[in-house]
């Protein structure tokens, strides 16, 4: 077999291998990440390194296995769009933080998201009381968008930023 469809092959098998997976362990995106998230992905990245492409460390050895990425995940986007199935598969939903004043408890435990950072998104939306919340979703991308106002209803946008410190791999 010639070593460059080898890479391909092998660079696809990962690409869809790291789809379930990631879809398995319930990551969302990128802007949901903390800091043990973001040193799995570059540890993951190292570990599947030589599953792609093998003994070939050539540089077109690696452009092959870009290439490949590149058009596997073209090519999964365009499908995605077409087919609800494998968008609902692959692809999470929205879900209702609060609602009316209420704070969904259940939804935002299962989410992992603290107090602390429903109350910063809820400040940088201009926001002080839950109560004058009328929707707060946790979107798709990872960010939290709060509708709030009475007449004048008002949007704003939250994006969850990856935490910094050691001390919050817990949250």
């Not at 291998?17 to 799995?40: H, P, W, Y």
């Not at 599947?48 to 690696?62: D, E, I």
């Not at 939804?107 to 919340?133: C, F, P, W």
């Amino acid at each position: 077999m010639n070593p460059y469809v080898d890479i391909v092959i092998r660079s696809v098998s990962v690409y869809l291998f790291m789809v379930i997976a990631l879809r398995i362990f319930g990551k969302k995106q990128l802007s949901q990440l903390n800091t043990a998230d973001v040193i799995l992905i570059l540890l993951i990245s190292n570990s599947v390194q030589n599953a792609m492409v093998g003994n070939n460390t050539s540089l077109y050895g690696g452009m092959v296995a870009a290439l490949a990425l590149f058009i596997v995940n073209y090519i999964f986007k365009k499908v995605m769009l077409k087919s609800k199935f494998i968008k609902d598969l692959v692809q999470d939903t929205p879900e209702i933080l609060i609602h009316n004043g209420k704070i969904a408890f259940e939804t935002i435990s299962r989410l992992g998201i603290t107090n602390d950072e429903l109350q910063e998104a809820m400040r940088e939306h201009g926001v002080e009381y839950y109560k004058d919340v009328k929707l707060a979703m946790f979107e798709i991308d990872g960010s939290i968008s709060i509708i709030s106002g009475d007449k004048n209803l008002k949007q704003t946008h939250h994006k969850r930023k990856i935490h910094k410190t050691l001390g919050n791999l817990n949250n």
